[in-house]
């Protein structure tokens, strides 16, 4: 008797639905909203796909194409659990591209250090489960650096500086890919899951800019999801006043009052901004490690 064979194609329009279902079903962190999920599938530089055994799916997986460093995004992958020994590898790889072309020199994905019984799900952050690890390693996958995950709890009571900087009135594009491009690298954000977050944040009409004398200092997305502020894109010049550009970004979180933030991607050199922000806010954080790999083709 033959062994069953699986295919890999292309998500169909119809089959979202499923596909989001894997994703709620069999990953660590879950989808945080599937309006906002669907959304980011219709992405023009996203492409899902769907692995199949005998009609059924089993697999679940989307890239993003980045044609700013040319590189691409592994950003979801959802494998039934019966299936993952057997059929993981191949469910991934062939979701890829095998080898580099004048577009795409390189894939990076983002991987939780521990697992995870709870955090912030697809598409707010495109962080991998952690046994993954091992598999993207077999594909050719190796380690860049550590990438940081934040959840804020504001504490009642907390009283704030009012600002009165106003935010660019259309956000500036091209002074936010001059200013992510000149920090990430110095941040530790050197990689194509940046430029998809600011793709995600201008999509979405979420991305908040500003400017002085044309160049852009602050670009930030902001997205109220339920009673959570999701910052998915949080970038400073380094020669702007740390403290006033987060009594800025908090100014505009006030007007909300919602009791918890998500920053899902946060570069090492990163972490005294965040906690200036936690100590302007008021409020616990919590940090989670997660590892940037990175295939080189």
Not at 82 to 107: C, G, Q, W
Not at 260 to 267: A, E, K, S, T, V
Request: charged content about 25%.
């Amino acid at each position: 008797m033959n062994a069953p064979v699986m295919f890999n194609r292309r998500l169909r329009e119809q089959e979202i639905d499923e596909w989001l279902n894997l994703v709620e079903d069999f990953t660590e962190t879950s989808c945080i909203e599937r309006n906002l999920a669907y959304s980011y599938l219709q992405l023009p530089e996203a492409i899902a796909f769907v692995s199949s055994i005998d009609e059924e799916i089993i697999g679940a997986t989307a890239i993003y194409r980045d044609r700013t460093r040319l590189g691409m995004v592994l950003s979801a992958a959802a494998i039934k659990k019966k299936y993952r020994e057997t059929s993981a590898y191949h469910i991934i790889k062939t979701s890829l591209p095998f080898m580099k072309t004048v577009a795409i020199r390189d894939i990076d994905a983002v991987v939780s250090d521990t697992p995870l019984a709870s955090g912030l799900g697809f598409p707010a952050s495109l962080r991998l489960d952690s046994w993954m690890r091992g598999i993207l390693e077999k594909i050719g996958f190796v380690q860049v650096n550590k990438i940081l995950s934040y959840t804020l709890e504001r504490e009642d009571g907390t009283t704030h500086i009012s600002n009165d900087r106003e935010w660019d009135t259309e956000p500036n594009l091209e002074g936010a890919r001059q200013l992510i491009w000149s920090m990430s690298k110095a941040e530790g954000l050197a990689t194509s899951i940046i430029w998809n977050a600011l793709d995600f944040a201008m999509s979405r009409g979420v991305l908040k800019t500003y400017s002085v004398s044309g160049s852009t200092r602050i670009a930030v997305s902001i997205e109220h999801i339920g009673q959570v502020s999701l910052l998915g894109l949080l970038m400073i010049d380094s020669e702007y006043p740390v403290d006033d550009a987060v009594r800025q970004i908090v100014s505009e979180l006030d007007r909300e009052q919602k009791p918890r933030f998500h920053l899902p991607l946060i570069g090492e050199n990163q972490r005294a901004l965040v906690e200036t922000l936690s100590e302007e806010i008021g409020g616990s954080l919590k940090e989670q490690s997660m590892t940037l790999m990175r295939k080189y083709l």
